[in-house]
């Protein structure tokens, strides 16, 4: 009995053989199927994965509340005019208050020109505590990050990002150089380490690519800068008057988040008259993400089965023209002794073993994934940097993930296929009239 399974696989693949430009395309359609199951699913997860990655960045158990301009001050039909808005330094007394916080975390933002001797960036200020470099996983590569004793003595020293350091330093070392924000002189006292930008998450927290971070202490920028920051955008000079940027709270533990961001809302919206605030929580955003990248990785995988189907219709269509011209072959066949079911093992068999060869041929190709979209990635980078540097900076850093199971899925689909296809043709093949079949050319 095995003798003659094995005879069929071998007689199978002779058959196969002698057509091999026809076996090739057949192949062809397979691989791409399942190639494409692993390449879509491997880019679905990179995806996924960083989106995830950068919301726990922010921390399970941390709720972000953040100044947000409200809608009827947005636009403003004045060339220069104030606008106040956001978190206010009293709000912070009352927030604190509520059992569940267990640390709040203030700090304030600005666009502002830097500059050293020739050199000018647009900076992204960024006055602040010590606890925001911990908050922020920032880590120091030369001296030191804000110091308690920075913020209470409104001392005049800053810490550079990578970014900021090498576009004013190239070839000197940083420390104890002194650097200007508009008129203002600041010593720098550390330099962090080069920083992932983080996409923007939810709708109100914006994207951020620590490239021209400059980190001040927080009492330093209310005291030399104050609340009030002119803002220069399309020709016109807008004025926003914000206390506090932000406030990130922590709290002990994620039974406490929902809770205690439930309290911020109440008490905001007691010592606000209109919403000029938002708030984002983490915790929610990553368990929404987990949702969408579950719905996201099944959409990519119908698309990849689809892929696959097609394939397996260009297998029935290539193993019904292949029953044609071998009709007088299955009569000989039949007239010799073999079986209905000899015959639709036969040419079953050439079926599974042309999805075997694709599906093996399609995974090979689909562990390129990685390293072909990271060429990919550099190529167009050097070639259109423009469009490169519009898209999301999610897509621009995303690294495809092989998912491990998609390898196993993809092969097994593509067998199923294969089988399910070539099912008809091999039937049909069996079904000929053995007297009918020898009479035909």
């Not at 399609?362 to 072909?372: D, K």
Request: charged share 20%; hydrophobic share 45%; aromatic share 6%.
């Amino acid at each position: 009995m095995l003798l003659f399974r094995l005879r069929t696989w071998l007689l199978s693949l002779r058959s196969l053989l002698l057509h091999p430009l026809r076996s090739i395309l057949t192949v062809l359609g397979i691989f791409i199927g399942v190639a494409g199951v692993v390449w879509l699913l491997a880019i679905g997860e990179g995806i996924s994965r960083a989106a995830q990655r950068q919301i726990e960045e922010l921390g399970a158990t941390t709720i972000i509340l953040r100044s947000s301009i409200p809608i009827e001050d947005s636009v403003g039909s004045e060339p220069e005019f104030w606008v106040n808005y956001g978190i206010r330094r009293d709000d912070v007394k009352a927030l604190e208050n509520i059992p569940t916080v267990t640390k709040a975390i203030k700090i304030r933002e600005a666009k502002r020109e830097a500059h050293f001797g020739p050199v000018t960036i647009e900076s992204h200020l960024v006055a602040c505590t010590p606890e925001y470099a911990d908050v922020l996983r920032l880590e120091i590569d030369k001296g030191r990050f804000i110091a308690d004793i920075d913020v209470s003595q409104r001392a005049n020293n800053c810490v550079l990002s990578a970014g900021a350091a090498k576009q004013f330093f190239p070839v000197e070392n940083p420390l104890h150089k002194i650097i200007r924000v508009r008129e203002i002189p600041y010593v720098v006292v550390g330099i962090t380490k080069e920083r992932a930008p983080m996409a923007g998450v939810g709708s109100s927290l914006a994207a951020q690519d620590f490239k021209n971070d400059i980190y001040i202490p927080l009492n330093t920028f209310w005291q030399r800068i104050g609340d009030r920051v002119l803002v220069l955008s399309a020709g016109q000079r807008t004025g926003e008057e914000v206390e506090l940027s932000q406030i990130t709270f922590q709290v002990a533990s994620t039974a406490d988040v929902m809770p205690t961001a439930d309290a911020i809302k109440r008490t905001m919206g007691k010592l606000h008259d209109k919403e000029d605030y938002s708030l984002i929580v983490p915790l929610e955003l990553l368990e929404q993400a987990r949702t969408t990248r579950l719905m996201f990785m099944v959409f990519m995988g119908l698309i990849a089965a689809v892929t696959l189907i097609v394939g397996g219709i260009g297998i029935m269509n290539i193993m019904l023209a292949t029953v044609t011209e071998r009709t007088r072959e299955i009569g000989i066949r039949r007239a010799l002794g073999a079986s209905q079911g000899d015959i639709t093992r036969q040419f079953l068999a050439e079926t599974v073993v042309l999805s075997i060869v694709g599906g093996i041929i399609g995974i090979l190709i689909g562990l390129t994934c990685p390293s072909v979209m990271e060429w990919l990635r550099g190529f167009l980078l050097r070639t259109i940097p423009e469009a490169m540097h519009n898209l999301p900076e999610l897509v621009q850093n995303m690294t495809p993930e092989i998912v491990p199971w998609s390898i196993p899925l993809a092969f097994g689909i593509s067998v199923v296929v294969g089988i399910i296809f070539g099912l008809y043709p091999a039937m049909r093949a069996a079904k000929m009239d053995p007297i009918n079949a020898l009479r035909h050319g």
